[in-house]
């Protein structure tokens, strides 16, 4: 436990002595709000409640694959070899999920925040929304950091990252926009359980299979 | 030649001409295309057969770290890619004359076509590595983890959207309604073995090769 915090604030210290980076992801969750609400001209305050929750989770999903993408290449290969000899595999992936997960609410949070003042905000229970997001961050963190561990060890990363994360991620996905429409819909909250229950279903697999597997992806 | 191969041979020749030339129950729409079933589910059945194969081979990779284990992960894999296109194949044909479009939206073809996208993917990852060891790692990794998010998603999607074209889900009544005087099962369960055992034969073949190869090679 002490390792895992230990390592978290490391993640934490490094993320703020390069401040660019997190700088350049909030920009990049900005603009691409931004751009969504110039593509639809007039019409950016007044869009199906469906498409407004779909194009908010494709942004989503795009702003945590790029964000997620850099967790083990922006250190260099030196410095991995020597945590493997500090730190056990355990504890770092639980280490950068744990962080991922923090790193994900910031940003879909504010995501959120930008997204509804832009596009107009027709979310009747906004607590629910709240909710899936919540369980997004942790889903999205948990399946990407493992996915990140993988492409990293490959040759031209940054596509493999997204095409090895996509098909994955795509069942969560699913469930929440479902749980996502249900919030905007402002239906009885006990309509939602079932999703909620799926979602943190799913999240169980993810994140134990993580810290299972990763391992074997450690040593090499 | 071991027994279940002239099993297979037998359930073909069986399957092939039961499935073409035995009575079944008409139907309307569907009429002589309810054949189709004989070849399009058990392709189904094989893929899922074929790809749980080939992960619990990549946990046995992991576990004894042995090269022939990873060898037969990726041609099982790899049969298992060929049956699902096939699979999919036979399905859009199938979807095209009575449901009237080649790809509806519907929760079973999502999932396969998410399935492809996993194993396609894979094929990528495997050819983007330069050291074996790895390569074997890596990938075996990537199967485990993929297959363990597509199982709940087969699960998942048909609750998510509760109509769906096919039978037994929704408003449309199972197979069991269409198949009134049990004369399709007398092909459909011969099929479902027949199309494992092809599936895993080929595959067999695909490993031997490869063997042979390695041995070449040193």
């Known amino acids: 436990m002490q390792e895992v915090s230990a390592l978290i604030e490391k993640e934490i210290r490094l993320e703020w002595r390069q401040r660019y980076a997190l700088n350049g992801m909030l920009l990049y969750l900005v603009s691409t709000i931004f751009v969504c609400y110039l593509s639809f001209r007039q019409k950016a305050g007044h869009l199906e409640p469906i498409t407004w929750n779909t194009l908010f ?14 967790s083990f290449t922006q250190e260099r290969a030196g410095r991995l070899l020597y945590y493997y000899s500090l730190a056990s595999p355990l504890g770092i992936i639980l280490s950068k999920m744990l962080y991922n997960t923090g790193l994900m609410l910031l940003l879909s949070l504010l995501g959120y925040v930008v997204y509804a003042f832009v596009m107009g905000n027709p979310v009747g229970d906004p607590g629910m929304y709240l909710v899936a997001i919540g369980l997004g961050a942790m889903g999205f963190a948990g399946t990407l950091t493992m996915v990140a561990g993988i ?70 | 030649m071991s027994w279940w191969k002239y099993l297979c041979i037998l359930l073909m020749i069986y399957v092939y001409t039961g499935g073409i030339l035995m009575p079944i129950p008409r139907q309307p729409i569907l009429y002589e295309t309810a054949r189709n079933l004989y070849f ?94 790895q390569r074997a790692r890596i990938s075996a990794v990537y199967n485990i983890f993929a297959f363990a998010a597509f199982i709940p998603l087969t699960i998942i999607l048909p609750r998510l959207a509760t109509d769906s074209l096919h039978p037994g889900n929704g408003g449309n009544p199972g197979f069991k309604i269409y198949d009134s005087d049990h004369s399709m099962k007398l092909v459909f369960y011969p099929a479902i073995i027949m199309m494992m055992l092809l599936g895993y034969w080929i595959s067999t073949l695909r490993i031997r090769y490869r063997r042979l190869l390695a041995i070449v090679e040193e």
Do not use: C
Request: no cysteine; glycine share 6%; proline share 4%.
């Open chain 1, 151 to 220: 492409a990293s060890k490959a040759e031209n990363s940054p596509t493999l990252m997204s095409v090895l994360s996509f098909p994955i991620i795509i069942p969560m996905l699913l469930v929440l926009l479902k749980l996502s429409k249900n919030a905007l819909d402002g239906i009885d909250r006990s309509f939602s359980t079932d999703e909620i229950l799926t979602l943190l279903a799913l999240n169980a697999i993810v994140w134990v299979l993580s810290l299972i597997l990763f391992p074997f992806l450690w040593k090499s």
């Open chain 2, 40 to 133: 399009h589910v058990p392709l189904w059945f094989a893929m899922i057969l074929l790809l749980a194969l080939s992960v619990w081979h990549a946990v046995q990779y992991l576990r004894s770290g042995k090269t022939d284990h990873d060898l037969q992960s990726v041609e099982l894999a790899n049969t298992g890619l060929v049956f699902g296109i096939l699979g999919f194949v036979t399905g859009a044909i199938w979807g095209k004359y009575t449901w009237g479009s080649a790809l509806p939206q519907d929760p079973k073809l999502l999932s396969t076509e998410i399935a492809m996208l996993i194993y396609l993917a894979y094929w990528v990852l495997r050819g983007s590595f330069r050291d074996d060891q």
């Open chain 1, 57 to 70: 989770w494709i942004i989503q999903l795009f702003t945590a694959v790029s964000a997620i993408a850099k």
